[in-house]
T-cell receptor
Framework: EVQLVESGGGLVQPGGSLRLSCAAS????????MGWVRQAPGQGLEWVAF????????GYLDSVRGRFTISRDNAKTSLYLQLNSLRVEDTAVYFC???????????WGQGTTATVSS | QSALTQPPSVSGSPGQSVTISCTGT?????????VSWYKQPPGTAPKLMIY???NRPSGVPDRFSGSKSGNTASLTISGLQAEDEAEYYC??????????FGTGTKVTVL
C-alpha cells in the first residue's frame, strides 16, 4: 500500500523551531518529486516546498524561503522539513505530498499540526 | 506566488452539472498543461481528481472532467451527486519552478 506518514508537529513559541518528518512506503521513493503543503485553520491549501528525486534541486514559497529547509533521505525513504524562526502565521496542518505526472499530487499524508503561539 | 482565482462557491441540484473556473496567468495555467484538481471533504486530506488538465486518475468517476482555455482552467462535475459536496482546489506548476493552489470552491448539492 502506498503511504505517507507525517510526524513531528507540536506547539512552539514564536521564533522557535520544529522538524517535520514523512515516512514513505509502498513505492519507489527515490524516483518522485516530494514536497509539503500546508493548510491554516479554516483556510485553503498552500504549497510550501518541494524537492527533486535526487535532492539536487528544491523550490520554496516566498514567505518561508530562508526559514524552512526541505531535505530527503532516499535510503530511509523519508522526507523532512526543518522549520526555523517560526511565526504565528505558520500555524497549520502540514501535509506530506508526492508529486506525480505533470506535478499532480497523487499521494497525500494525513497531516501533522504545527502550532506557533506564545 | 499569488493564488489562482476560483469562485468561492457553486451549487446545483442532484443530476445537474456545475463548472468551477480557475484563473491564473501566462506564468502558470496559461503556459503549462500542469493543472490539477483536488477534492477535500471537511477534516480530510485532499484527493487528486484531475491531472494534466483533463486526465482522471484510476477510480475517479468520468462525471469529472477538466479543460483549459488560455489562462483559465475548468472542472466540470456532471450528474451531480450528494457525495460530490466538498471543497475543490485547482493547482498549477509555474514557470519559476514553484507551485500554486487556487483559492478553493465550496460545492453544495442542493
Amino acid at each position: 500500500e502506498v503511504q505517507l506518514v507525517e510526524s513531528g508537529g507540536g506547539l512552539v513559541q514564536p521564533g522557535g523551531s520544529l522538524r517535520l518528518s514523512c515516512a514513505a512506503s509502498g513505492f519507489t521513493f527515490s524516483t518522485y518529486w516530494m514536497g509539503w503543503v500546508r493548510q491554516a485553520p479554516g483556510q485553503g491549501l498552500e504549497w510550501v516546498a518541494f524537492i527533486k528525486p535526487d535532492g539536487s534541486e528544491s523550490g520554496y514559497l516566498d514567505s518561508v524561503r530562508g526559514r524552512f529547509t526541505i531535505s530527503r533521505d532516499n535510503a530511509k525513504t523519508s522526507l523532512y522539513l526543518q522549520l526555523n524562526s517560526l511565526r504565528v502565521e505558520d500555524t497549520a496542518v502540514y501535509f506530506c505530498a508526492r508529486f506525480g505526472v505533470a506535478y499532480g499530487v497523487d499521494v497525500w499524508g494525513q497531516g501533522t499540526t504545527a502550532t506557533v503561539s506564545s | 506566488q499569488s493564488a489562482l482565482t476560483q469562485p468561492p462557491s457553486v451549487s446545483g441540484s442532484p443530476g445537474q452539472s456545475v463548472t468551477i473556473s480557475c484563473t491564473g496567468t501566462s506564468n502558470d495555467v496559461g503556459t503549462y498543461n500542469r493543472v490539477s484538481w483536488y477534492k477535500q471533504p471537511p477534516g480530510t486530506a485532499p484527493k487528486l481528481m484531475i491531472y494534466e488538465v483533463s486526465n482522471r486518475p484510476s477510480g475517479v468517476p468520468d462525471r469529472f472532467s477538466g479543460s483549459k482555455s488560455g489562462n483559465t482552467a475548468s472542472l466540470t462535475i456532471s450528474g451531480l451527486q450528494a457525495e460530490d459536496e466538498a471543497e475543490y482546489y485547482c493547482s498549477s506548476h509555474t514557470s519559476s519552478n514553484t507551485y500554486v493552489f487556487g483559492t478553493g470552491t465550496k460545492v453544495t448539492v442542493l
